[in-house]
């Protein structure tokens, strides 16, 4: 539970890491708070707690495979979380964009006059132009949007939701009775309570 609710800290540059403490012990959470990549930690503290659980004999052999593979899961997922965070859209691509709308947007009222006024429905080319010029220009900014998705933002995934229902199944797997209740939308933002 202290795995995606950390990645959820990390990607969104929220240094509330005291929202892991429910999650972790005291010494682990000393671990966790001092590491700089806190979700890489916590990883790795479940890689030696598999390792412990194989030593006192708690784990077998296969099920130690099946954990580590399923961290190795999470850390690629991690790791193309932080990619898509860190890595920034080639400026040509967000240049050109915003150029060939622009450009478009200008040269639609001369593709749209022949027509028109041979129709003699010359007037529609203003509110024409203007409703292509708002699809084009809301299309654009949506690309834009989407370059971020783990800024907070109410276009951003919806982590603290995805989070919660994590935390909610786990304790619910564990057969722990009060579990909380599901992120509610706010403002058209998730919020945890």
């Not at 899961?73 to 622009?102: G, H, M, W």
């Not at 009775?177 to 058209?188: E, G, I, M, S, Y």
């Amino acid at each position: 539970m202290a795995w995606p609710h950390a990645l959820r800290l990390e990607l969104r540059k929220i240094p509330e890491w005291q929202e892991l403490r429910p999650f972790v012990n005291d010494a682990d959470y000393a671990i966790v708070e001092r590491a700089q990549n806190k979700p890489n930690a916590i990883l790795l503290l479940l890689g030696r707690r598999i390792y412990d659980g194989m030593a006192t004999g708690i784990l077998q052999g296969f099920d130690s495979f099946q954990m580590e593979g399923a961290l190795a899961q999470l850390s690629n997922l991690q790791a193309a979380c932080e990619r898509i965070k860190t890595i920034p859209v080639p400026r040509q691509y967000d240049y050109f964009t915003r150029l060939f709308v622009l450009i478009f947007i200008v040269l639609t009222p001369f593709g749209l006059v022949r027509p028109l006024v041979s129709e003699n429905v010359a007037i529609l080319l203003i509110p024409l132009t203007l409703l292509v010029a708002f699809v084009f220009t809301i299309l654009e900014r949506t690309r834009e949007v989407n370059e971020a998705p783990f800024e907070n933002l109410v276009t951003d995934v919806p982590m603290s939701a995805m989070c919660r229902t994590i935390e909610r199944d786990v304790r619910e797997m564990l057969g722990e009775p009060n579990l909380p209740p599901p992120a509610t939308a706010k403002r058209w933002l998730f919020v945890l309570r």
